[in-house]
């Protein structure tokens, strides 16, 4: 193989299949990611057996072929290249590189393209489209609310539905939840997946790089999701398991509602947390009280040893005196994924759990538990 391209070319497509490589597997082919010529691309390829991505890059093919090429070693020498040569690499019958940029020359040790795993196609029939922004908008405001307990697998990840022309993903800790949904895509699909945490990290890392793609493929199928960015495939296993059933821990009814200026009320709760920042976020003793009174939120904290403080906002609010504890990473987790001024804030009592919907958007709620102190 012998190819030429320039040093933009390479860093984006390193960029892209770098962080997918795994360097404490105990293959150590999957060290490596896999550089080959693809009619009149070149195509890189990494994957740590669970996640996979794929991308092409411009260049000129003087010899078709392909090679498995140590990451980050090729990552660091690329990256001191000269900005102004073009970069040739090529390869050997001996699984040598030579990688040559004007008068820099590099020798590195790769490994075979034949003992790199083979990464399934992307699914031409089962998938749909939906447009960029709504799709990583989507993942944004529900990924803060999946659980990082081990032991709960299946609450590992972003639940998505596809059913009836909408696009559903939900996601909790057994403490809150997310949901949202879109009807903006059009496909007779149905299926359901839980997307792991790291998948969707990785998909929104990719979304959020240069890419300026409007729209994005997403496939389904077997215990895989495929997700199609121009010309990036990213693919990742399922977590097996069921679902919880999500619909009967939202809230159907409420005493109150207040509608909260959101703005305010999150930097209330930032001024609060400070207080109870010697306590972890799982911490369940790590609480701000909201305190309902006549035309009057009250948002404050109490921490023995370090101090109290307290924010008042005015509310339109006519009900009882009520007193709410929450844990004030929930809180704030909602509050920055609502892109409007205000937020809807229900509730029945302080035992019960709270819903919180922007004021324009019922595609999006979030439920918070109360804590109990």
């Given at each position: 193989m012998?190819?030429?391209?320039?040093k933009?070319?390479?860093?984006?497509?390193?960029?892209?299949?770098?962080?997918?490589?795994?360097?404490?597997?105990?293959?150590?082919?999957?060290?490596n990611?896999?550089?080959?010529?693809?009619?009149d691309?070149?195509?890189?390829?990494?994957?740590?057996?669970?996640?996979?991505?794929?991308?092409?890059?411009?260049?000129?093919?003087?010899?078709?072929?392909?090679?498995?090429i140590?990451?980050?070693?090729?990552?660091?020498?690329?990256?001191?290249?000269?900005?102004?040569?073009?970069?040739?690499?090529?390869?050997?019958?001996?699984?040598?590189?030579?990688?040559?940029?004007?008068k820099?020359k590099f020798?590195?040790?790769?490994?075979?393209?034949?003992?790199?795993?083979?990464?399934?196609?992307?699914?031409?029939?089962?998938?749909?489209?939906?447009?960029?922004?709504?799709?990583?908008?989507?993942?944004?405001?529900?990924?803060?609310a999946?659980?990082?307990?081990?032991?709960?697998?299946?609450?590992?990840?972003?639940?998505?539905?596809?059913?009836?022309?909408?696009?559903k993903?939900?996601a909790?800790?057994?403490?809150?939840?997310?949901?949202?949904?879109?009807?903006?895509?059009?496909?007779?699909i149905?299926?359901?997946?839980?997307?792991?945490?790291k998948?969707?990290?990785?998909?929104?890392?990719?979304?959020?790089?240069?890419?300026?793609?409007?729209?994005?493929?997403?496939?389904?199928?077997?215990?895989?999701?495929?997700?199609?960015?121009?010309?990036?495939?990213?693919?990742?296993?399922?977590?097996?398991?069921?679902?919880?059933?999500?619909?009967?821990?939202?809230?159907?009814?409420?005493?109150?509602?207040?509608?909260?200026?959101?703005?305010?009320?999150?930097?209330?709760?930032?001024q609060?947390?400070?207080?109870?920042?010697?306590?972890?976020?799982?911490?369940?003793?790590?609480?701000?009280?909201?305190?309902?009174?006549?035309?009057?939120?009250?948002?404050?904290?109490?921490?023995?040893?370090?101090?109290?403080?307290?924010?008042?906002?005015?509310?339109?609010?006519?009900?009882?005196?009520?007193?709410?504890?929450?844990?004030?990473?929930?809180?704030?987790?909602?509050?920055?994924?609502?892109?409007?001024?205000?937020?809807?804030?229900?509730?029945?009592?302080?035992?019960?759990?709270?819903?919180?919907?922007?004021?324009?958007?019922?595609?999006?709620?979030?439920?918070?538990?109360?804590?109990?102190?």
């Amino acid at each position: 193989m012998k190819v030429v391209c320039e040093k933009e070319e390479l860093i984006r497509g390193i960029q892209i299949v770098f962080p997918v490589t795994s360097s404490r597997s105990t293959l150590p082919v999957l060290s490596n990611f896999l550089f080959e010529t693809s009619g009149d691309k070149i195509k890189l390829s990494s994957t740590d057996l669970e996640i996979a991505v794929q991308c092409y890059i411009k260049g000129e093919i003087v010899e078709d072929g392909g090679i498995t090429i140590p990451a980050k070693r090729f990552a660091d020498i690329v990256k001191e290249l000269p900005s102004d040569e073009e970069i040739e690499i090529k390869s050997s019958e001996t699984n040598q590189i030579n990688i040559t940029a004007g008068k820099s020359k590099f020798n590195l040790m790769g490994i075979s393209q034949t003992e790199y795993p083979i990464i399934p196609e992307f699914p031409k029939d089962s998938n749909f489209t939906i447009k960029t922004e709504i799709f990583a908008s989507m993942l944004k405001k529900t990924i803060f609310a999946v659980s990082k307990d081990a032991q709960r697998y299946v609450l590992n990840g972003v639940y998505f539905i596809i059913e009836d022309s909408k696009l559903k993903m939900v996601a909790t800790d057994g403490r809150r939840l997310a949901y949202v949904y879109t009807s903006k895509i059009k496909t007779d699909i149905k299926g359901k997946a839980i997307v792991p945490t790291k998948a969707i990290t990785d998909i929104l890392r990719l979304l959020s790089s240069d890419v300026k793609a409007e729209t994005v493929q997403i496939g389904i199928t077997g215990n895989q999701i495929a997700i199609g960015i121009e010309d990036i495939t990213f693919m990742s296993t399922l977590i097996e398991g069921i679902f919880p059933n999500y619909e009967q821990v939202i809230p159907k009814t409420s005493e109150s509602k207040v509608k909260l200026n959101v703005k305010d009320t999150l930097a209330a709760v930032k001024q609060m947390a400070i207080l109870t920042a010697d306590k972890t976020s799982s911490d369940r003793s790590a609480s701000v009280k909201f305190y309902f009174g006549s035309n009057l939120l009250k948002v404050s904290a109490s921490t023995a040893g370090l101090g109290s403080g307290e924010v008042e906002l005015e509310v339109n609010y006519k009900g009882e005196v009520t007193e709410i504890n929450f844990n004030p990473n929930f809180v704030k987790d909602v509050l920055q994924n609502i892109n409007e001024d205000f937020a809807i804030f229900e509730f029945k009592n302080s035992l019960n759990p709270a819903t919180i919907i922007p004021e324009t958007d019922k595609n999006y709620l979030c439920v918070v538990m109360p804590m109990r102190t």
